[in-house]
Every structure is written in C-alpha cells, then in structure tokens.
C-alpha cells in the first residue's frame, strides 16, 4: 500500500519528473481501441442527419447536415488511432499530452459515437438542443460540484450535496410559491443550504464526528424529511405551496443570436448566469486570494495554518457555509429553473454525481465544472437518444459518470488527489 | 478524501481517520471520577446504553414536533390558539400519542385486538422487516470494525437480489436445493460486488466511499438493463418487473402462513452469531479489528491489511448480500423491480451506528427498525402520518448518537470525568492518563 509514491512528483511541467505518467496514452490507446470497435467492427451505415439551429430566429442559420454515417465513422476511428499513437510518441519523448489534446479527442470520439448512433436513423439530431439540455442538467451539478470542492479543499468531506441539493429544491419552491417571487425562492434555497451545512459544520468540525457519516445521514434526514412534508403538506395544497412560478429565460441582447452558442450560453435562466459567475468567482477566490490560501492551507496542513493563527475550526466551519450557500442555489434550479413543483426525491442522486465530478476533476473548480458538464452530458444524450430510437442502452450511458469515477479513482484515468487534510477533524493539541 | 490510504499520511493525531467506533468516544475529558459512587453513577449516565436511550427519545419528542407541526387538526385549533388554548393541547397530544400508539400496535403488539396470536402478529411481521436490515447492518458494521466504511449496501443488495431472484425463478430444481442454490448464488453475487470494491481499496488505494457511492448507480442500472431484456423481465408484464419466484426457493414459513416469519430470519441469527464469534472470538476477526483501529500498527505487528480490506469487503458483501437474498426470496417473491433494494443500504448505515458496530448491538437496533418500520405502515394507514416520518426519526437517531456532547448538554448529563477548568487542561489529563495506564484513572488516583 507504499504505492502511492508517485504523489507530486508529475503535478506540475516545471517538477523534473524522472519518468513521465503514461496514463494519458495509455488511456487514449484504450478509448481509440474501443472505438475501433465500435465505429469500424460494428460500423453503422446509413445517413444521420445533424441539425445545428433548430426553427427559431437565428441570425444564421446553419444548414441541415446529412452524414454518410459508415464512411464517416471509419474516418473518425482512425483519426482517434493516429491521436492516440502522437500522444504515445509525445509521451516517449517526454513531453506532457496537454488538455487540449485530450479536449480534442475527447470531441472527436463525441463525434463519432453521435454519428454512430444516429446513422439511419429518421429522425434529426439536434446539437443545440442536445448541448442545451446538457447545461440545464449540468448547472445543479456545477453548483454541487463548486461547493463540494470548496468544502474539500478547506478539509471537510461534503457527502451532503445530495441533501443540500433537495433542500434548496424544496425550499426554493415552497417560497417561491408563497411569496410568489422567484428571486426570493433563490435566496431561500441558499439559505436552506446553510442550514444543512450548519448541521455538518457543527457535527464534524465541533464535535469531530466522522464526516462521511454525517454526510449520509443528512442526506437521509433530508429526504425523509423533505418527502414527508412533501406528502403530508404540499399534495394537500398543490396551489397553495407548491406551483412556482418558473424562471424566465434572460437572452443576452446580441450575443444570444450566435448559432449554437448564442442559445446555450447566452439565452439562459438567472441561475445559469449566476452559475457562470459563480465559477468564475469560486476559481479566482481559491487560487488568487488570501482567503482561497488560506482555505487551502486549512485544507492541506491544519497545523502549519494554525501555527501561523489561522483559525482552522472557524475557517472550516464558515467555508462549509459558504459551500451550502453554492449547493443551496444550485438545488433551485431542480424546482424554478426546470419543471416548477417540488417531487419527492427529485434530485435523483444528483449529488452523488457531483461529489463524483470533484472527484474525477481532481479537486480543482474548472475541472470539475468540466466533468459536471460531461455528466450532464451524456445524462442529456440518452435522453436524447432515446427519443430517437438509438440502438444504444440507455442504461449503459447513464451508468457512465459513475465507471468513469471509478476508474478514476483507481488511477486509470487521470490522477487523483485530494486535499492531504479532507476528511480529518482537526483537534487543536 | 484523498486517494492514500490512513496509514501512508504522514498527519499524526488529528483525530481518528475512520473511527466510527470511536463515536462515543472522540471526546477530549479524560474519566477523572471524585468518589466510588460517583464513578459508578457517571458511568451509568455516560454509558452508551444510556445515551442510546436517550438520543432515541430525544428523536421521538422531535419526531413529536414535526407530527403536531404538519397535523391539520392542529393547525386549525392554533387558529385560535389565544382564545381556547387547550384545543390546541389538545390536539397536539390527538396527533401525537395517536402517531406513537399506532407505531406500537403496528410494530409490537396489537392491544385493540382479542387475543394473543392476532396482537403479536404485528411484531412478527416486524422481524420481517428487521430482518433485512439486520444483515446489511451485520455488513456494514463488519466493515466498520476494520475502519472501512461501505456505503455501497445499495449495490450490493441489487446485486445479490438480481442474481438470487434469477436463480429463483429461472430454474427447475427440486425444493430445498433450489433454495438453497439460490442463496449460495446471491451471496457470491454479494461477494463478487464486495471484493471489487476491496481490490481497488487494496491494489490501487481507490477510497472505498466513493467507489461504493458509484457502484451503487452501476449495480442500479445494471439491474434495470436486465429488468428490461429478456433475461430477467417477466414476458407477461408490461412494467419492467420479474417473474415471480418458483415456491420451491423461496423461504418457507417458521410459524406457519399466518405470520411472515421465515427461514430467513433463521439465517439472519446465524449470521449475527457467526460475526459475533468472528469479531471476538476468531484470529480473523482479531485482525480486522486492529486494522480498523490502526491500520499502521497492524501492519507493523505482521498484519497483512490489504489482503484484509479484501477480506473485509468480500464478508461484507456476503451479509449485505443476505439481505439482498431476503428481499427475493423472503419478503417480495412475487417479482422484483429495481426498486428492491427498499432504501435498506442506507438504513444499514444507521443500524450498524445505532448498533455501535457490535452484532448484539446491530441485532437489537434492526429489530428497532424493524418495528418502526412495520409501525409506519399501521401510522400512516390510521393517522394519515406518511412512512417517511419513520426515516426522519431515524436519521435524528443517529445525529444525536453520533455526538454524545450534544446529547449530554440536551439532558444536563455529567460529562465523564469531574469538568476540568480549561479545555488544554483536560487534553493533558487525557494525554497523561492514555500515557500512563491504560486502565480506569481514577481507579490508580485512589
């Protein structure tokens, strides 16, 4: 168990590495085989017909594009091969594969499984409103993982996203309702996320429990408790407590005409513009502030920060706060920013997946938006797919995210470390 | 949560790493009793039996708040609160006793019924419940006991129904064999999702919490995958849902057909036996255990503690996969859905806390579940109460046991030991009595 000896060596470019990780490459070469597999042994023939801008007033329209699917595939298979093998020629020469690289790649084996699935198929697949529906799923996932990586990095497990998540949902939409104002249910989901925070700061920072099992606890209490009110209370007054209005949609005037992009970035709900500031500020706080320096230094080594004054306990315990002020929002945007009403357990697990994407983003706020994005994703695209009567299971797709983490976990994919102090309640000696 | 294990961080004494054995005793008060019946009192009122009861009650007056708060009959007499306030008392202890009272004659004894055989059916169909629960929890305290914390009951019990429930009905095979094939393979199929789990812990240093946390959803929708093709839907069903099971693999009935009390149940106390004799009786279970208090000295003493997570994983998945076997072939044998699961991987959590990880502990809090379960059913079908109130009662349970301190201030309780003046002061007591004996202080102060 000594294994784990390749800590920080290969973090940083500037670190003289002895040898460089050949996971990137190895990793590609696996996927480029897979999709060999898929795209040239179980080639697909047929037209797929991609569509980019849906009927609506676009200043540009985008033709219809019809795909010779078998063709295509193999292009793309080979493509995927040849990238593989740079990475592994880069690799040999020492030089780092970068994002880009893999963002790339990452793109093209989008491209070909897309195209394989909708080869001759009637139907058209429509990239806006795939990509967009990929961000409506997303944006609780960004705000889960956002809060998830704040609390990490100031040195507590967050298993309770889920619960801050279904809280803010249902408080969101019980205000919302009776105070018939969206902007007031926002605030109220961002105060329910504190409060559940508050419990978890309390419990794992004052009285050192374990923070997993208070995370999984709250998660259970939430949902008992927020089922229970929701049965015995909001279905006895539908009207009354639970149908809130819904969030408009705010087009940014001029940007939100751009084909593709203009739709899904610009031509939002307020929670996703507050997501995109809330990404922003979250990566500059921690990287470019004294407050972020010190969350890491709490995070990282509690001692050393106590020793130079910093109090670990107070820090810790208001930066989970702050986190389930994140999640709290991120919660409304289950009940005001998608169908309206609270349902019993809507968030589905929602939590979980964006405690995997901090995990699989390595702790780092874009990374993990990153992998909260392509969990919702390809939670979007089986939707999506399975609308089109794609030949693809359903389940296999949705239970992507979760192998994906897997695998990262156990060091296939990517490298993973957390705070060294996640996890660990710091009593002062 | 970082990806090493504990023993390769380099942090000394912040804290236990996964300690939930050390709920109770994470506090920095050293026991400095001032005389012999003092002691002996201080031990009783900081006892864990004590603060068990005592957290459970807190629960229930909580629980009590949360019934009168959301009552209509409530609601209306507070209308005019300052006019008539005893309607409204009233009313409250309406809603309230009467939630309690039907959790009692739903989960332990029916009073409104004629005779014996007809009251005590209802915690007979209580066991019925606990049963489940108190495998997953044998499960899940067994991995609490070596310091491994295994969230993935969910999984695990999908796993082992799946394959259990296939084997169930998918063959012909004389009665008694059948069975019997059908819980050997649900508990490889327990033992199978386990061991994933403790080879990634031990080959790769994977944390058992997330990979349990994702192989959860994976066992889930693989279920559901299968619970759609041929393999396990039943062909007549338009729903995604099983065949029934075949009756010659399903438990058969220890009171006869009137109570819902099977073999099962016998397999259950089998198992908290076996783990009892494990954990304390077995070089094994020695081993575990010291793994889950230091997983550094273990391994300094010779301990091999990965092949020990391994072991631990694949034990837990065996019992948490008996709970899964339950579910088929005890408790819903006329199909399963994906659903089977029932919530019981995460109840497990709390009934191996409530249970302070010990199997007599574990076997006293499932059948406590058990009963509020059953309970909530009777609660919910007389007084409108929903079920889930139940898993609100339970997590608060488990709050309240998880911090001792908390409960101890609630109910004015002595904190172990004579209240030092400072904080530093009781650490350096604690210091010098974990230094100098490891047996009772005040017992050598004296």
């Given at each position: ?15 003289a ?10 990793a ?20 797929s ?19 010779a ?59 806006t409103?795939?990509?967009?529906g ?10 889960g ?13 967050n ?40 419990v ?9 429990v374990?923070?997993?099992i208070?995370?999984v606890?709250?998660?259970?209490l ?10 015995d ?9 639970n ?9 940014i ?13 610009f ?17 500059i706080?921690l ?18 920060a ?20 994140i ?10 920013g ?5 349902g ?32 919702g ?6 939707s999506?797919l399975?609308?089109?009567q ?40 | 949560m ?25 506090e920095?008060?050293?026991p400095?009793?001032?005389s ?10 900081s ?20 019934i ?17 306030p005893?309607?409204?008392l ?27 055989a007809s009251?005590i059916g ?5 066991l ?33 129904a ?21 819980v ?9 999702w386990g ?7 031990a ?23 299968l619970?759609?093709s ?30 819902p ?27 575990l ?16 503690i ?17 709970a ?92 172990p ?13 604690s ?5 100098a ?10």
């Open positions: 168990m000594t294994t784990v000896a390749d800590k920080p060596t290969t973090s940083t470019s500037e670190a590495a002895p040898r460089l990780s050949r996971k990137a490459p190895i590609m070469g696996i996927f480029a085989l897979l999709a060999i597999l898929l795209l040239i042994v179980f080639n697909r023939a047929g037209l017909h991609i569509e980019f801008t849906p009927n609506q007033k676009g200043a540009v329209q985008i033709p219809l594009l019809n795909v699917g078998g063709p295509t595939e193999i292009v793309i298979a080979i493509l995927l091969a040849l990238m593989a093998i740079g990475s592994g020629v880069l690799n040999w020469f020492q030089l780092r594969t970068r994002l880009w690289y893999i963002a790339i790649f990452a793109i093209l084996i989008v491209t070909g499984f897309l195209v394989w699935a909708s080869a001759g198929l009637s139907g058209q697949l429509n990239v409103d795939l990509l967009t990929a961000v409506a799923i997303s944006t609780a996932l960004i705000f993982a956002l809060g998830g990586v704040i609390t990490e990095k100031v040195g507590v497990v298993v309770a996203i889920e619960g801050q998540l279904l809280m803010g949902a249902f408080v969101s939409a019980v205000t919302a309702t009776v105070t018939h104002s969206v902007v007031a249910g926002i605030i109220a989901a961002a105060v329910a996320g504190v409060l559940v925070s508050f978890l700061g309390v419990f794992a920072i004052k009285y050192a374990n923070q997993v208070i995370g606890v709250l998660n259970l939430v949902a008992g408790l927020t089922t229970f009110l929701y049965q209370v909001l279905l006895n007054s539908i009207s009354a407590l149908s809130p209005p819904s969030l408009p949609r705010l087009p005037p001029g940007i939100s005409l751009i084909p593709v992009l203009g739709p899904l970035l031509n939002q709900n307020i929670i996703v513009y507050l997501m995109y500031v809330a990404v922003v500020a979250v990566t706080g990287y470019r502030t004294r407050w972020g320096l010190r969350l890491r230094a709490v995070g990282e080594h509690p001692q050393a106590d020793t130079v004054g910093i109090n670990v306990g107070r820090t810790r315990f208001w930066n989970v706060a702050l986190a389930g002020v999640v709290g929002v991120g919660g409304a945007s289950f009940t005001l998608g169908v309206g009403a609270f019993a357990n809507m968030t589905n697990g929602a939590g979980y997946i964006a405690l995997a994407a901090v995990i699989f983003g390595g702790w780092d706020p874009i990374r993990a938006t990153l992998a909260a994005l392509l969990f994703f390809t939670e979007n695209l089986q999506v399975g609308t089109l794609s030949p693809v299971p359903n389940d296999f797709l949705l239970m992507l995210p979760y192998v994906v983490t897997i695998l990262a976990v156990a060091g296939f994919v990517g490298r993973v470390r957390g705070p060294a102090a996640s996890g660990r309640p710091y009593v002062k000696s | 970082s990806t090493e294990l504990p023993s390769a961080v380099p942090v000394a004494d912040t804290g236990t790493d996964l300690g939930p054995l050390a709920l109770g005793n994470t920095p008060d050293a400095i009793p001032t012999r019946f003092g002691a002996y009192l201080q031990d009783v009122m006892s864990s039996i004590v603060l068990t009861i005592l957290a459970v009650f807190a629960s229930l007056v909580i629980g009590g708040v949360l009168a708060a959301t009552n209509a009959d409530v609601q209306a007499a507070s209308g005019y609160f300052f006019g008539r005893a309607d409204t009233e009313a409250i202890w309406q809603s309230v006793s009467g939630a309690y009272a039907a959790i009692f004659r739903g989960g332990v004894y029916d009073f409104t019924s004629d005779n014996f009251g209802s915690f007979l169909s209580s019925n419940f606990a049963t489940p629960l108190i495998a997953a929890g044998l499960g899940i305290a067994v991995g609490f006991r070596s310091g491994i914390f295994n969230i993935g009951g969910t999984g695990i019990i999908l796993a082992s799946g394959v259990a429930g296939w084997v169930g009905f998918a063959f012909d095979l004389p009665a008694g064999i059948h069975m019997i094939i059908a050997i393979a649900g508990l490889f199929a327990g033992a199978v061991f994933i789990v403790g080879f990634l812990k080959r790769t240093g994977a944390h058992e919490v997330i990979v349990t946390i994702m192989l959860n959803y994976v066992a889930l929708y693989l279920l559901d995958y619970l759609n041929p393999v396990l839907r039943d062909p007549s069903s338009n729903a995604p849902i099983s065949p029934s099971e075949k009756s010659t693999a399903i438990f058969f009935d220890l009171l006869g057909p009137r109570y009390v099977n073999f099962g149940f016998i397999l259950v106390i089998l198992a908290t036996v076996f783990c009892w004799w494990l954990l304390s009786r077995s070089s094994l279970g020695f081993k255990r010291a793994v889950g208090e230091n997983p550094r000295a273990a391994r300094v003493a010779g301990i091999r990965n092949r020990m997570y391994v072991y631990v994983m694949v034990l837990s998945g065996i019992l948490v996969g008996l899964g076997v339950y579910q088929v072939l005890g408790k819903v044998t006329t199909g399963f859905e994906r659903g089977i699961d029932a919530g019981i991987g995460f109840t497990a959590i709390t009934v191996a806390l409530l249970g302070r990880s010990k199997p007599g502990g574990v076997f006293a809090a499932g059948v406590l579940f058990g009963i509020l379960q059953a309970g909530s059913y009777t609660m919910q079908a007389e007084q409108g109460v929903n079920v889930n109130f139940i898993a609100v009662i339970q997590a608060v349970i488990v709050l309240f046991l998880a911090a001792p301190p908390l409960v101890r201030a609630i109910f004015r309780l002595p904190t030991g004579a209240k030092p003046r400072s904080r530093s002061k009781a650490l350096a007591a210091k010098a009595a974990a230094t004996t490891p047996t009772k202080m005040g017992a050598v102060a004296k």
